[in-house]
């Protein structure tokens, strides 16, 4: 996808600043297939948008921040890491431009999740660019999800483990994308290894 396309003015801002405890050490850093998840995420993000990918780093921030600028990825850090993906979300969108028009949410950790798919939600986007366009799974509604910038500041106010639910379900424009594989997070080695 080159030239004027669908995804201008839109960034990806992968999350990788847990501590991953069940994993036990730096998830993002975990490799399948000779590439670490991170590294799968940063692909599929760039695949989509090029150069405009921010990770955001936290509890593992020395070990991940090297490979993340390797791949060449802007970087955001989250100093409150412990509250949960609510504060990552909310230094990664700190972190992005004032021309940024809207920002796809998604987890290192979504190794299932194909760029095929992140490319449904951004061509929902770009066909109503002021809506949420968020993947449905499991009964739930959430990431990878897709934020026009009218929802920045609320976003950027988000403390705790909720994510981004509370703009989520506050919000009266959502559309949703069947995603059946963002239900299928990496949690363990075990995971890892299916």
Request: aromatic share 4%; proline share 5%.
């Amino acid at each position: 996808m080159t030239g004027d396309r669908p995804t201008n003015g839109l960034y990806v801002v992968i999350l990788a600043a847990g501590a991953a405890q069940r994993f036990g050490s730096p998830k993002p850093l975990a490799e399948s297939g000779g590439q670490s998840l991170l590294a799968h995420a940063v692909s599929k993000a760039q695949q989509l948008v090029e150069e405009r990918t921010l990770v955001v780093i936290g509890a593992h921030r020395n070990a991940i921040a090297p490979p993340a600028i390797a791949l060449q990825t802007g970087i955001a850090v989250n100093t409150q890491w412990r509250e949960g993906s609510g504060s990552s979300i909310a230094a990664g969108v700190a972190g992005l431009p004032d021309s940024c028009a809207a920002a796809l949410i998604l987890h290192a950790d979504l190794l299932h999740v194909t760029v095929e798919q992140l490319g449904q939600l951004t061509a929902c986007w770009s066909l109503h660019t002021d809506s949420i366009v968020a993947s449905r799974y499991a009964d739930t509604v959430g990431v990878p999800v897709i934020f026009p910038a009218r929802c920045f500041d609320a976003l950027r106010h988000l403390t705790g483990d909720r994510g981004a639910r509370a703009v989520l379900h506050r919000d009266a424009d959502v559309l949703t994308i069947p995603l059946a594989a963002a239900a299928r997070d990496i949690d363990t080695p075990a995971d890892l290894d299916r």
